[in-house]
């Protein structure tokens, strides 16, 4: 089975997000919301636009 890039069905604090890409790496979303902090002058626009066009996760 592949993984696919998608929004965390439970790890979420907005939309999922950097939960999803957490899970798509196997690693921390704590990580993951810390590199989106302290990049936020560009990753705000990288975030809302992954909001917009990744699906839900599905358990």
Known sequence: MTK??????NDKVLYGVCGGIAEFF???SFIVRLL???T?????WVY???A???SENRL
């Open 4 to 9: 696919k890039l998608a929004k965390a069905a």
């Open 26 to 28: 196997g690693i921390s």
């Open 36 to 38: 989106f902090f302290f």
């Open 40 to 44: 936020a002058s560009t990753s705000v």
């Open 48 to 50: 809302l636009l992954l």
């Open 52 to 54: 917009w066009s990744l």
